[in-house]
């Protein structure tokens, strides 16, 4: 078991790394366009949406046709947000802070699996829609920024589920395979494999996800902009509408 929990480590802290390193890579290459703000600004603007992130990632929301470990909050709003406003970067670093918050207000009740899968899996979404906004900043870049990352999210978050987190989950949690999938099948009588499992519960879970999270930042995110950040009531100008 030890051996198990220090190669957990170890791939959490590769991933976490390597999406920095992508971040900064489409950062530097790929977008143009995001406010370069002062170091001390930027730390305070991350440390305020991963605060908000945090928090919202404790009203979870039970879904019917899942098991009880998977719940949908709205922790990604703030992260998106973040990264429109300051870049791909800022995203990784709010999403990996707000499951810190998170951790640190309630702790975890997946071996620290699932809070793994939400940094992850949070940045298959928020990594694609940043960067495609962040490379021609109007409306219709946003919209389909966020559509890219909801696809990337359900495609990459079910693959991920089906071959490393379930598995990973059932060894860290001293839970077998057989028995989390019987919790999914006592909610949907055709999930009966973790193949099934995946597909019935995963995949709608994660577009769920990404359609009321996109949803909500498209309607609040130009309202907020104003009252959140004085960068952008000083010399912001409004993005094409196109």
């Known amino acids: 078991m030890l051996k198990e929990n220090l190669s957990f480590v170890l791939v959490c802290l590769l991933v976490a790394a390597a999406l920095f390193v992508l971040a ?13 703000v002062t170091g001390t600004r930027y730390i305070a603007y991350v440390a305020m949406f991963s605060a908000l992130g945090g928090v919202l990632m404790l009203l979870e929301i039970p879904l019917f046709f899942a098991p009880g470990f998977y719940k949908m909050d709205l922790g990604e709003l703030p992260v998106l947000m973040s990264a429109f406003y300051l870049g791909p970067v800022a995203g ?10 998170k951790l640190l207000l ?8 699932g809070d793994f899968a939400n940094f992850v899996v949070g940045c298959a979404f928020v990594l694609p829609a940043s960067v495609i906004y962040h490379h021609n900043k109007t409306r219709k870049t946003a919209v389909s920024g966020m559509a890219v990352g909801t696809l990337c999210m359900t495609v990459f978050g079910s693959a991920f589920n089906a071959f490393y987190l379930l598995p ?4 860290l949690f001293g839970m077998p395979l057989d028995v ?17 499992l995946v597909l019935y519960a995963v995949v709608p879970f994660n577009i769920l996800k ?22 952008a009531r000083k010399t912001s100008v409004p993005a094409k509408q196109t």
């Open 168 to 171: 990973k989950f059932a060894v």
């Open 92 to 101: 990784v670093l709010t999403e990996l802070f707000k499951v810190v918050i």
């Open 210 to 231: 990404g359609v009321v999270d996109s949803a909500l930042t498209y309607l609040l995110y130009k309202r907020v902009e104003p009252v959140l950040f004085r960068e």
């Open 106 to 113: 309630k702790g975890t009740t997946t071996a620290f699996v």
């Open 24 to 36: 900064k890579l489409c950062e530097r290459y790929l977008c143009r366009g995001f406010r370069r």
């Open 180 to 196: 989390i999938v019987s919790m999914g099948t006592a909610v949907n009588g055709a999930i009966t494999s973790v193949g099934t």
